[in-house]
C-alpha cells in the first residue's frame, strides 16, 4: 500500500501512485522493517529535481522495480526541502562513501536508520542489480553490513561534530577570504570553477560588502563582472526574469532550467545592493526583473512564495524555453525576428538541444541609445506572449518557511533602493513602479503567512501547503531566515510587531539550539533523534543554519540595543572562522555577515514625519555602510527602540548614527549624514 496520497510535498504527491509501497519518513516505517527483518531503502529527492524525475520514470513507475522493492525491502521516500535533517545526514553519509553527493540520493540503512549503502541516481538495470544484491548481502552477509554501516555512522558522527577550533573572524581572515576568491575567480567567464557554474550570490553579496569597507576594485570588479555575465547569460531568463538553478558549461550559456526561489531570493540581493553602490543600469534592471519574477511567478496569493518551477516541462528539459530562429520570425515577422536572432544569439547550429538556443544578451543593450532600448523591450513582450501559449513547467507550491524568509528580507532590500532612484524622468518609471507594488504585496503576504500559520505555539513549522503547514519541524536555517526577514521587515515598515516576532524566534533558537562551543546544532534539541544531530558551518545552495542566524543575531541586536545577541552572534561566528580563511567559497554569507559585524553595524535612525520622502532617509539607505540597520519615523514610536528618545531637532528632521552601541551627535543636513557614515 502506497501511503503518499495524503502527503503535502508535491515532491511525495509524484510518487504516491507508483508501483512501489512507499511510506514517509515515519517511525512507523522502520518499526515495519525491524519486524520483517529486511533493510530500509531511503530515496530522497525534491518536485523540481530532473534526475529525481528520471529516476522515478525508469525505475520507481515500473512494475518489476516496485515488486524487487516491496519483497525486500522497507521504502521510505523524503521530500529533501522538507526535512532539511535527513537529508544533511544522510547527505553526509553519501559523501563519505562515495565522495560526491547529488540527487536522488539512494540510501540503504538498517531498521535503525543506520545507512550501510549510499549513491545518487542508477539507470533502471543497475538499480535492478544493486536491490538484488543489497537484498542478498543482508541475508548472507549481515554482519560485514552491519560493521559498514557503523563506520559510516562513525565518519559521519565527526563530520558534523561541534567543539573544532574557534577565533575571532577577524579584517584580517576577511581580507584573506576575498584573496582567495580573486585567485579562483574565472576572469573569463565570471563566476567561481568550471562546469557545473552555479550561481555564487552569497560570494558576491560578500564582496560588495568587502569593497565598501576597504575600497578594494577588485571585489567590486570580480562582483559586477559575474553580475552581468550571469544577466547576459542562459542562465538568466531573457524574457520574464528569474535565474536557472545552474549553468552546465562554464559560461552560463545552457542552464538546468529548474528555477529556485532561494537562487532567486539571494540574486535579488546581489543586483540590489549592486544597484545601490554604483547605480548601473544593468544590475537596476535584473533586479527590477527578478522582483517580478518573484512576484509574478512564485508568489500565491494570500501564502507565500512557491519552491520552485520544474526543470522539465511534459518531462523534457528546455521546452518552454528553447528557440530556433524560424521560431522567432514566426513570433516576430521576418525583420524582426532576424533581429532578435542576432541579439539573443539564436543561431541555426544552436546552443541546446536539436538545433535549439537558449536566450543570452549578446548585446550590450542597457547603455544603448533609446529607440534601441525600446525596440528590445517590444520584442521582449511579444516573445514572452508566444512563449506563454507553450506548455510551461510545472511549479512546487511548497512554502518553505526559510526561503520565503531570503525573499522578504530580498525585496524589503529592493524595494528601499528602489524608492532611492525613482525618477519620474525615467522611461521605464511605469513598470518599476508596478513592479513594487506588486512585490511590495508578495512580500507582505509571505510574512503574514509565515508570522500567522508557519509559527505554531511559538515554533517555526518548516513548509506548508495551500495554507495548511506540514508537521516537519523548523530547523536552523527556518530560524535564522525568518528573523532575519522579520527584522528587515521591520526597518522597511517601522511596525514594532516585526522585531517582537523575530526576537522570538531567535530566543528560541538561542534555548532550543545552541552548541557548547558557541556554535549552533541544525535541530532543535527536542527534534526527533536521527542518526546523529546535523551541524554544518558550511554555506552551500542556502545560508546555512549558522550563517543564517548570526545574521539575525546581529540584525536584532543593531535593532534593539541588547548586547547579548550580539555577544551570541560573535561566538558562533568564530566557530566558522576558521573555516573561511581555508574555504571561503564555502562560507560566502558567515563572511557576509563578518563584514557587518567589522563594520559596526551602523544603527542609523532617522526622525521624521515622512520615512518615505525624507532626503535623510535616502542618504541613509545611499551611503550605508556594510550590514547598517536603517530605521525612519515619528520620535518614539511604539515597538521601534531606534526611534526611543530621538526627538526633531528645532523641529527639523534629525539623523541618529551609533556603531557599536556607541553614538554621534545628531545632524539635520545630508551632509553631516554622509561624513558620519563616510
Known sequence: MNRLAD???????????????????????????????????????YAACH????????????EQVGALVNDDFVAIKVDREERPDVDAVYMTATQAMTGQGGWPMTVFATGDGTPFFCGTYFPRANF????????????????????????????IGGAQAVGGPTAPLTAELLDSAADQLAREYDAANGGFGGAPKFPPHMNLLFLLRHHQRTGSPQSLEIARHTAEAMARGGIHDQLAGGFARYSVDGHWTVPHFEKMLYDNALLLRCYAELWRLTGDRMARRVA?????????ELHRPGEGFASALDADTEGVEGLTYAWTPDQLVEALGEEDGRWAADLFAVTEAGTFEHGTSVLRLARDVDDADPEIRARWQEVVGRLLAARDTRPQPARDDKVVAAWNGLAITAIAEFLRVAALYASPDDEDANLMEGVTIVADGAMRDAAEHLATVHVVDGRLRRASRDKV??????????YGCVAEAFCAL?????????????????????ARFAAPDGGFYDTADDAERLITRPADPTDNATPSG????????????????????REAAEAALATVAPIVGRHARFTGYAATVGEALLSGPYEIAVATDDPAGDPLVAAAVRHAPPGAVVVAGR???PGVPLLADRPLVDGRPTAYVCRGFVCQRPVTSVDELVAQLS
Not at 21 to 32: G, I, L, N, R
Not at 140 to 149: F, M, Y
Request: aromatic share 8%.
Open 635 to 637: 520620535p518614539d514610536q
Open 288 to 296: 527590477r526583473d527578478t522582483a517580478r519574477f518573484l512576484a509574478d
Open 469 to 478: 503547514v506540514g508537521e516537519p519541524a523548523g530547523v536552523l536555517e527556518d
Open 490 to 510: 521591520h526597518q522597511l515598515t517601522g511596525e514594532g510587531r516585526w522585531l517582537h516576532l523575530a526576537g522570538g524566534l531567535l530566543d528560541t533558537a538561542l
Open 51 to 62: 534526475w529525481c524525475h528520471v529516476m522515478a520514470h525508469e525505475s520507481f513507475e515500473n
Open 128 to 155: 535492478v542489480r544493486l536491490l538484488q544484491s543489497v537484498a542478498t548481502a543482508w541475508r548472507d552477509q549481515r554482519e560485514a553490513v552491519l560493521r559498514q554501516g557503523a563506520a559510516v555512522v562513525e565518519a
Open 7 to 45: 502527503a503535502t510535498s508535491p515532491y511525495l504527491l509524484q510518487h504516491a501512485e507508483n508501483p512501489v509501497d512507499w511510506w514517509p519518513w515515519c517511525a512507523e516505517a522502520f518499526a515495519e522493517a525491524k519486524r520483517r527483518d529486511v533493510p530500509v531503502l531511503i530515496s530522497v529527492g
Open 546 to 565: 549558522r550563517s543564517a542566524i548570526v545574521a539575525a543575531l546581529v540584525a536584532y541586536a543593531a535593532l534593539t540595543g541588547e548586547s547579548r545577541y
